[in-house]
């Protein structure tokens, strides 16, 4: 019996209505023969409440026990999801972590799994179970205390089953239909993509597109996981969602996969920095440690032993970023004349695995923001991605007009 | 180390507010010297909720789901108490019922406790843990499902966990502070009784001192616990509450130790009865599939081949007494030629350990109720229990005029 792995969010289970219309969603595909692998999350705002509980108790916790506290929403959702598949005439029953057992390291609240067992739901399902329920985002901890993944840790609970269970293809029901060349809410040209590579995904993730946890990506792409995205509200026919999968699997040949874009950046700028060796990091590990989240990185070529460096950060890490610097700067670890700081910038980039092979992707990104009349003030490049700051007034004029230029209304 | 059980039901966990305030109370005998096993409750109504969402699934519902359901709500009340102690620097951790593990049978929603394995805990408690704070009212099962004891089954771990473990005592914390000689709100000369035998306590409870679970009181008994029923919300001095215990543990001579009473009671008489041997069964066993709760049964003397046949039950049963009686009637397994039905009657009993030693306790009590007027309609006795039905609206004089009478207002 060919398996197939459907992930569920909380808004999907959110009560009891949506658990009904889900477990009609889950016995079409046992219709279609396959044994179904079920991962859920808490109801919406259920896992807010527990966690608001445990801060309650103590500035810092034992991580152990809010592990074994705010794990007790998958539980709710997959028990009751099992009855109601059972309601329905179809064989079900729920598996906590323990149960499976999901192995996982004893790194409570961010755990990584180590190990799935297959034998006892594939015992199940030999005797005429049809589906697996799972409760999401927790394991079990070579102690034998229960462990969670840390936020959006079910979407790794579902890659992780379906490479396991060597299922044919991971279904990611979420409130979105899937992942779209760019910001629908930017241009009513953005197009829903039928198919994306892992490593567009990646980028197109990190970069806002906020559809699947990062490490469930990652981790797709090291077991060649096929996903796919889909909305949990909308009737499914053969080409609903996106199917995130291996770029050999992806026939359409457009250089260029979506543009991304982040709106409430800040640039900020050291000025004329004494350069010497490890200045890099005698800026930015103090940076790390007061908790801002760098972007990107600048760093123009020295001149007479000074040099500019130049960061992005959001906007509202800005505060803790100049007293960061004040710090090191009274400290004598670097020494600068100047720190320029802008508030109003917003990245735009844009992302494809065919950059790889075509050049001319960037020359083509400048010279449309030049025709439109946007000042690029920091570019990065990577090997699939460009991305450039601009003023943040112009930036859904730049979407749009790189979104026309690359042709990303029409299917490749 | 000495060890102590302490329990605290729904009410005593409702919030944050009373679960950091269990939680002094249980610091308070930490400094004691006790090592500490607390069994909790879920927060109350949590557990409805539940419950609710399950029956929302299915009329009928696999036990086994509801199980898994039902049993988070402990799960989260120990993490947080097990939180809140730490945040106290009481060494804490919560156990879920398979981590200790509290092996049951297999009986869904209503499991029995077959084993607790000590050697998880105190090997915890061998390492300088303090008190394991266990999820009540669950357990696991051979197939390594998740059980549930059934309603009030956190006090039935409570009982389990301290015959196991060997404790000292097993401390009930409940919303009133102990067990009174009779209802406190009909007479202010009721008084909190420091002790009580077992038998005492449970002929009191299945009369509706609804203070303890019939069957933790009937597990104290079989492994000698001694039980404190105490409340939540008082200060605690060498006195407080009530201790449930053996009967040679008590020194009071008090004949009766309390006079329980239960409203809404009729009394139903089938006249004329064609007797025969298997009467009483052709009518009770069709009462109770009709889920008539049948409490007091009495048949007269019979008379030329027939009888008078009387039992009383809640007077919201009386609907489907009636309609059982009618249909059994029809069939023609049974014969009476009158069925006459009394709503408006209450249940008032005596009981105390002491009646077995002494004679005269009915007479007195029947002389009792005879000098304030009060008509006995039906007497049933057993070795430490008299009960009468009178009218309901005597129903309080009969208590206080009891309560007189026996001098329970002191101590004896």
């Given at each position: 019996m060919p398996t197939l792995v459907m992930k569920f969010g909380g808004t999907s289970v959110a009560n009891m209505d949506r658990i009904r219309r889900v477990a009609k969603r889950i016995g079409v595909e046992v219709a279609k023969g396959y044994d179904v692998i079920v991962i859920l999350s808490a109801m919406s705002g259920k896992t807010n409440e527990l966690v608001g509980w445990v801060e309650e108790t103590a500035p810092i916790y034992d991580a152990r026990e809010y592990d074994a506290v705010v794990s007790s929403g998958e539980n709710v959702t997959a028990g009751l999801m099992a009855l109601t598949l059972d309601a329905m005439d179809v064989p079900a029953r729920s598996w906590q972590g323990w149960q499976v057992p999901v192995q996982t390291t004893s790194v409570h609240s961010a755990a990584r799994i180590n190990d799935i067992s297959t034998e006892n739901i594939n015992a199940k399902f030999a005797e005429g179970m049809k589906v697996a329920v799972v409760a999401g985002f927790q394991g079990i901890s070579e102690e034998g205390r229960i462990t969670t993944l840390g936020r959006g840790g079910s979407d790794t609970t579902a890659v992780a089953f379906t490479a396991a269970f060597g299922a044919e293809r991971c279904d990611i029901y979420?409130?979105?239909?899937?992942?779209?060349?760019?910001?629908?809410?930017?241009?009513?040209?953005?197009?829903?993509?039928?198919?994306?590579?892992?490593?567009?995904?990646?980028?197109?993730?990190?970069?806002?597109?906020?559809?699947?946890?990062?490490?469930?990506?990652?981790?797709?792409?090291?077991?060649?996981?096929?996903?796919?995205?889909?909305?949990?509200?909308?009737?499914?026919?053969?080409?609903?969602?996106?199917?995130?999968?291996?770029?050999?699997?992806?026939?359409?040949?457009?250089?260029?996969?979506?543009?991304?874009?982040?709106?409430?950046?800040?640039?900020?700028?050291?000025?004329?920095?004494?350069?010497?060796?490890?200045?890099?990091?005698?800026?930015?590990?103090?940076?790390?440690?007061?908790?801002?989240?760098?972007?990107?990185?600048?760093?123009?070529?020295?001149?007479?032993?000074?040099?500019?460096?130049?960061?992005?950060?959001?906007?509202?890490?800005?505060?803790?970023?100049?007293?960061?610097?004040?710090?090191?700067?009274?400290?004598?670890?670097?020494?600068?004349?100047?720190?320029?700081?802008?508030?109003?910038?917003?990245?735009?980039?844009?992302?494809?695995?065919?950059?790889?092979?075509?050049?001319?992707?960037?020359?083509?990104?400048?010279?449309?923001?030049?025709?439109?009349?946007?000042?690029?003030?920091?570019?990065?490049?990577?090997?699939?991605?460009?991305?450039?700051?601009?003023?943040?007034?112009?930036?859904?004029?730049?979407?749009?007009?790189?979104?026309?230029?690359?042709?990303?209304?029409?299917?490749?």
């Open positions: 979420t409130d979105v239909d899937g992942v779209y060349t760019t910001d629908p809410r930017i241009t009513d040209k953005a197009r829903k993509l039928d198919k994306i590579a892992f490593e567009e995904m990646l980028e197109l993730a990190s970069l806002g597109a906020k559809v699947l946890q990062t490490r469930s990506v990652e981790l797709a792409m090291r077991f060649k996981v096929r996903l796919r995205v889909l909305s949990s509200f909308e009737e499914q026919t053969e080409n609903s969602g996106t199917l995130v999968c291996d770029e050999e699997e992806i026939m359409e040949d457009n250089v260029v996969a979506g543009v991304a874009c982040q709106r409430d950046e800040a640039k900020i700028t050291l000025i004329s920095v004494a350069d010497r060796p490890g200045i890099a990091a005698a800026i930015f590990v103090p940076l790390s440690k007061a908790g801002v989240n760098v972007d990107m990185i600048v760093q123009n070529i020295s001149e007479e032993g000074r040099t500019d460096m130049t960061f992005s950060c959001p906007v509202d890490h800005v505060a803790r970023a100049e007293s960061a610097i004040a710090e090191i700067k009274s400290s004598g670890e670097i020494n600068f004349r100047d720190l320029i700081i802008d508030k109003d910038v917003a990245k735009v980039s844009v992302v494809g695995i065919g950059m790889r092979s075509h050049t001319g992707v960037a020359a083509q990104m400048f010279e449309v923001l030049h025709k439109e009349g946007i000042n690029i003030k920091v570019i990065t490049t990577s090997e699939i991605k460009i991305s450039v700051l601009v003023d943040r007034k112009y930036m859904e004029l730049a979407v749009q007009a790189l979104h026309d230029a690359f042709e990303l209304d029409k299917a490749g």
